[in-house]
């Protein structure tokens, strides 16, 4: 049994992985919390599922779901964050968490109006759910397919960042803003960018949430976004590599403790790893330097 | 100012006639539908309201009251304690309203109930949590109590379904579930039926595979759930993606009779039997009627927490006919104690208080080609 909760625990962490992956992203570059990031990660979900439900097929569903919630997470920037960008930083940084629940809630409201606040499910045989032996272990196509989308998008993300001149200037602005600035960078465009890729990747993340657990409902990004916190602190605020193997240690730690321990204590566990690993390593498992808040200076 | 003696007369008897007819008038008699229509228990507060409206209505157009309307407001508890509290405070204010139908759960409801105490006001909650009675006299559950339907769906475990290990897989942040999950293995385990796994999930949680890894591998010969319809559903399916072999029987309780237990669980919840206030369609001449003519108005099938709304609409409307004709809060409490024999379209068809706990029988229900039909009994 071990080795098939590793298993499962792996695949949890992966989705967790790519909704961390997202949030941090965000913060790497804004030093914001956007509490909005799980109703993006909902949004992909219903747009993956509607766009299924149109008859097309899966492959073309997921692009469409990034793109989708990658707009929606443009239109969070643009009426939570953007407007508070004049204030001081640490009023920007409280504002900004309000503003993002705020903003949060209009995505969450429209997604139970759509709903009905009804659980809706990907049709049946959307993908096989049918499971395989693989060295003794039952494996799923939907597992397989969850991991696959997982490292892709953590492979293309990593080649944006640090393969395109694109990703160059983000990591410029998240380096030193005004020295980003001065050489011609343009911060609206890097906002725009970013906030559009972590709500692609929140959107993937949706599609194979709804897909591998068959449930889409409006709150299923609520306990997501309280598990990519711990993953991300996990990782180190802000880190790229952080939050994916923070998200990895926290599907696998999941997985084990609510394999082998009463149901209820899965979350004591879960926050007692984190408060011992912040006791060791308070910046979290991969130090990330700080670089000066852009919410200061426009 | 003098007016002539004969006009004073004139005016006196107006006024009289005047008078009389407005004793006589029909009167409303207001009632808060106080349900979960957003939040995390909207899928039982939704229909749940639906129903009683629908009730209402029928009641009005049939002059239940002898001429007088049942009047109804709805309000949101959002599925949260603070907002359900607020609103019984609120209302509770209102000297017009005479009592309330809610909250929905018993997360929102035990509080509520400390609050309705306080003011004085009749609360008939959805729930069956018992502990809600212990707030005071002004407090009522609706739905039977775990006391009297775990020992049944117990007793058709081993009698019935003749497993002898079984595993059970609960909510761990709803009351009502933990107390029968309990109150299940409490019953079972003095027959010596053998519990080989507990665990729990949360209502928003959809990934169980490390729950369902777990359960396959305790061996049971029974797994089952207390959850609603959309949690067991998918509970069932990743239990099966997870290798529980198809002679396992899966049993659940009334939460899981919802539309949603087949619309999510396809093919995976065939066989799958729960007890169930609300048969689908109906099997009283009175819950057929119901049935169609919920369809026909509202375009859907009623499902179980409808047809608890309707029927807890139902009661109430008796309670206040009986404490007609100058119903108060406090008479209205007195003839809801009394509650004797209501017809109503759960259960058995007739619903009684007994030291205010309800009481309307219960039937088995299983998943057969993806519709609800009365399981072998």
Redesign the interface.
């Known amino acids: 049994?071990i080795a098939?909760?590793l298993l499962?625990?792996l695949?949890?962490g992966g989705v967790y992985a790519l909704f961390a992956l997202g949030f941090t992203l965000i913060f790497g570059i804004h030093r914001i919390m956007n509490m909005a990031h799980g109703a993006v990660f909902m949004s992909g979900a219903f747009i993956g599922l509607f766009t299924v439900q149109a008859g097309l097929p899966l492959w073309l569903a997921l692009p469409v779901a990034m793109v989708g919630a990658g707009l929606i997470s443009i239109f969070v920037e643009v009426i939570a964050f953007k407007p508070l960008r004049k204030l001081a930083l640490a009023d920007a940084e409280l504002a900004s968490i309000i503003s993002s629940i705020g903003a949060g809630l209009i995505v969450l409201s429209i997604g139970?109006y759509v709903s009905?606040?009804?659980?809706l499910?990907f049709p049946?045989g959307t993908v096989p759910?049918e499971?395989i032996q693989v060295l003794g272990l039952?494996v799923?196509m939907l597992q397989l397919l969850m991991l696959g989308v997982a490292i892709l998008m953590v492979l293309l993300l990593a080649f944006y960042l640090y393969r395109t001149p694109q990703g160059r200037q983000i990591r410029a602005v998240a380096g030193n803003y005004r020295a980003a600035q001065l050489l011609g960078v343009n911060p609206n465009a890097i906002f725009y960018q970013t906030f559009f890729l972590s709500g692609a990747l929140a959107g993937a993340a949706g599609v194979l949430?709804g897909l591998?657990?068959?449930?889409v409902?409006f709150?299923?990004g609520?306990?997501f976004l309280l598990k990519a916190f711990v993953a991300i602190i996990l990782g180190g605020l802000g880190s790229v590599p952080g939050a994916l193997v923070g998200g990895l240690v926290l599907g696998l730690l999941?997985?084990m403790s609510?394999?082998y321990l009463?149901?209820?204590m899965v979350d004591a566990v879960i926050f007692i790893f984190l408060f011992l690993i912040l006791m060791v390593r308070p910046d979290g498992l991969f130090v990330q330097s700080m670089p000066e808040s852009p919410t200061k200076r426009v | 100012m003098n007016f002539p003696r004969k006009t004073l007369k004139y005016l006196a008897v107006m006024a009289g006639i005047a008078l009389v007819a407005h004793g006589a008038q029909a009167a409303d008699r207001k009632i808060v539908i106080l349900q979960a229509l957003t939040g995390g228990a909207a899928f039982v507060g939704v229909p749940a309201s639906e129903g009683m409206k629908f009730a209402a209505d029928e009641l009005n157009a049939k002059n239940f009251l002898g001429g007088d309307k049942i009047v109804y407001e709805v309000s949101d508890s959002a599925s949260a304690r603070a907002q359900a509290m607020a609103a019984v405070t609120r209302y509770a204010a209102d000297p017009n309203v005479l009592m309330i139908l809610g909250p929905t759960t018993a997360v929102e409801a035990i509080p509520s109930a400390g609050v309705a105490n306080d003011a004085k006001i009749p609360m008939k909650a959805m729930t069956n949590a018992i502990a809600l009675l212990n707030a005071g006299p002004w407090g009522f559950i609706s739905a039977q109590t775990p006391s009297i339907t775990m020992p049944q769906l117990g007793d058709y475990a081993i009698d019935v379904a003749k497993v002898k290990a079984c595993a059970t897989i609960r909510f761990t942040d709803n009351e009502a579930y933990v107390d029968l999950e309990r109150l299940f293995v409490e019953h079972t385990e003095k027959r010596g039926m053998k519990i080989v796994d507990r665990t729990g999930i949360k209502q928003v949680d959809s990934d169980f595979s490390t729950i369902a890894t777990r359960i396959v591998a305790s061996k049971p010969d029974c797994v089952v759930l207390f959850t609603l319809g959309p949690s067991a559903a998918n509970l069932t399916i990743q239990l099966k993606q997870a290798g529980l072999p198809a002679s396992v029987r899966i049993l659940g309780q009334t939460g899981l009779s919802s539309p949603q237990l087949v619309s999510i669980g396809g093919a995976a919840v065939e066989g799958l039997v729960f007890n169930s206030d609300w048969t689908p369609g109906g099997n009283t001449p009175v819950g057929k009627a119901f049935a169609e003519a919920y369809k026909a108005k509202t375009g859907k099938d009623a499902d179980n927490w409808a047809a608890l709304g309707y029927s807890y609409m139902n009661v109430v409307a008796h309670a206040i006919k009986a404490a007609s004709p100058n119903p108060t809060r406090e008479k209205i409490r007195d003839a809801l104690t009394k509650t004797k024999d209501v017809p109503v379209v759960v259960g058995t068809g007739k619903y009684s208080y007994i030291d205010r706990i309800p009481n309307y029988g219960s039937i088995f229900l299983m998943v057969k080609d993806g519709k609800f039909v009365v399981a072998p009994q």
């Open positions: 049994m098939q909760q499962n625990g695949v949890l139970q009905k606040t009804q659980t499910r049946f759910i499971a039952r799923t949430v591998a657990f068959n449930s409902q709150l299923m609520e306990p999941q997985s609510a394999a009463p149901a209820l």
